[in-house]
């Protein structure tokens, strides 16, 4: 009896302490990839670290046939010289001697920061390792181009007039006489503002919008596209896969991934969805279902490390989420909603019109823009404490100069990016929630029946 | 000058809105336990009012940011 206890009590610790490693394990990991993510983040500042090339070799490569890499690594790195490599440009690198950057800009955290929260053609999951992603841009000038991200060889060479900026395609300026058909061997500054080559500095052109501010379009298959790709696609075979067991065993009890998603579904159409729009809420509830989970998904994995995809914090994603909305219950709004936001009733003429500004905007403008906004400065300011605290790495490390430093701040910042990491866990399931709580309160506004129409 | 006025601005807004949710919990999570059976009417209620003062203090902070742009 006593030894049957006490092997209880053995396998009881056993278990905890499996419970406890799994923690470890986890803190450990986060620890190891914070520190090597910073220490990656400084690769291009720190002279000593050994800068390797050989992931190169998955990649197509036609302009880097010759290029040597023993002798490279054993000629070292001054700033951004690569190496006496033979490129297509047939040039070699001196002139990059040049941008070694000042020390204000190898302490500009910021703008590191920023370049992992935009939008960019590549997914960079660590040194030199880069999954491309396709281009697809267009210039009014010379018309569409269409190639792979890996063309620009991580930023080093400019390829058909446009060059990458940390993964984000930019044009150069035309009419400046840069080389268009070749490959030139290209180094953008710091703020992805003006391109080198040699010693000719061009500046750099942002992708326009519909506006057409700048000469060319951008409508590449970006990070943030293919996570919205990733995310339609792994919803449509997990719904499929849910509707299905529902048609093939009818009545029975949920089993496997319908277990999952029938608690959430039944919850929010039952204390949501059901109760804000009343009788008619089964013509809307797929739509407000397909906004949860699709923002759900953007969500999560946009916490999956490595990756970094920042769908929900990118505003083109969220004015596009956003305006859909506005479609579905603009046009279905009834008379009734219509009428009491252009002509109140029961108001006395100059009123009715002022009503009509306020109600307008408010309705047609103020409330897609407060979603839009609400979801990506959420998201986006996730993101921003999250490598921020990253950065404590490289600031403790005295931006890669005392690898003790570097150390403790990996400790440090492992633990608060564990936080935060758990933290938005919750916000990518709050903010799903309340964007879709409040697109069901904006159509419960535009489809409601009048109640009291003998008070007016 | 402008970034940090940008800044404090909206800080300021940030309080503001943070008294507005603090006051919508504190009196949501009053009325829950004042009527229990109210509580998922209550909760997705006060769900959307914090939405709503939150959203001000977004505008405010998109604002700071232009400011400080």
Same mark, same amino acid.
């Given at each position: ?24 394990? #986890? ?127 991580? &930023?080093?060479?400019?390829?058909? &007039? ?39 500095? !061009? ?52 089993? &496997? ?23 008619? !809420? ?43 909305? #506005?479609?579905? !219950? ?10 009491? @936001?252009?002509? @109140? ?61 570097? +150390? ?9 990016? +564990? ?18 709580? +409040? ?18 | ?41 209550? $909760? ?14 977004? $505008? ?10």
């Amino acid at each position: 009896m006593i030894f049957k206890n006490a092997v209880t009590k053995v396998l009881k610790m056993l278990k905890n302490i499996t419970k406890y490693l799994a923690f470890l394990l #986890l803190f450990a990991l986060l620890f190891i990839a914070g520190s090597v993510v910073a220490q990656d983040h400084n690769h291009k500042h720190d002279k000593q670290e050994q800068h390797n090339h050989d992931d190169h070799n998955g990649h197509d490569h036609d302009a880097h046939k010759a290029h040597d890499h023993a002798k490279h690594d054993a000629k070292g790195h001054e700033g951004h010289n690569h190496g006496g490599g033979a490129h297509a440009s047939g040039g070699g690198h001196g002139a990059h001697g040049g941008h070694v950057q000042t020390e204000e800009e190898k302490k500009d955290y910021a703008t590191t920061v920023m370049n992992h929260i935009n939008d960019a053609n590549e997914i960079h999951i660590l040194g030199n390792f880069t999954i491309p992603l396709p281009c697809i841009l267009y210039a009014k000038d010379k018309g569409l181009d269409v190639f792979m991200s890996s063309k620009f060889h991580h &930023g080093h060479n400019s390829y058909k &007039g446009y060059v990458s900026y940390h993964g984000n395609v930019k044009r150069v300026k035309p009419g400046m006489g840069f080389p268009q058909d070749k490959a030139v061997d290209v180094h953008v500054d710091h703020f992805g503002k003006f391109v080198t080559v040699g010693t000719k500095k !061009y500046p750099l052109e942002e992708a326009s919008a519909l506006t057409g501010m700048s000469s060319w379009f951008d409508f590449s298959i970006s990070k943030a596209v293919t996570a919205m790709l990733l995310a339609s696609f792994l919803l449509f075979f997990i719904f499929r896969k849910v509707a299905r067991s529902y048609q093939s065993a009818p009545g029975t009890a949920p089993k &496997g991934i319908q277990a999952v998603f029938e608690p959430i579904i039944v919850y929010l159409t039952d204390n949501v969805i059901k109760p804000i729009i009343g009788p008619k !809420y089964i013509k809307y509830s797929p739509f407000l279902l397909t906004l949860f989970f699709f923002i759900l998904t953007l969500n999560l994995l946009g916490l999956i490390p490595g990756f970094g995809f920042n769908a929900t914090g990118n505003l083109a994603v969220t004015l596009a989420l956003a305006v859909i909305t #506005l479609l579905v !219950y603009v046009f279905n709004g009834n008379k009734h909603y219509w009428e009491h @936001m252009l002509w @109140m009733p029961g108001l006395p003429f100059p009123m009715k019109i002022l009503m009509a500004l306020i109600e307008g905007a408010s309705n047609l403008i103020l409330k897609p823009a407060t979603l839009m906004l609400r979801l990506f400065a959420n998201i986006t300011g996730g993101h921003i404490v999250i490598l921020s605290l990253v950065g404590l790495v490289w600031a403790f490390g005295n931006f890669g100069e005392s690898l003790a430093g570097g +150390l403790l701040g990996g400790f440090v910042s492992t633990i608060f990016v +564990l936080f935060m990491n758990v933290l938005e866990l919750l916000v990518g399931f709050l903010q799903a929630f309340i964007f879709m709580t +409040l697109a069901t309160v904006y159509i419960a506004q535009a489809v409601e029946e009048p109640h009291h129409e003998a008070q007016h | 000058m402008g970034a940090g006025l940008g800044a404090i601005g909206a800080g300021l807004a940030a309080l503001a809105a943070g008294i507005g949710v603090g006051l919508i919990g504190s009196k949501a999570v009053e009325s829950m336990a004042r009527q229990p059976e109210m509580a998922g009417t209550l $909760f997705t209620n006060s769900l959307v009012l914090a939405a709503l003062v939150e959203g001000a203090a977004i $505008f405010a902070i998109v604002v700071g940011l232009l400011a400080a742009g």
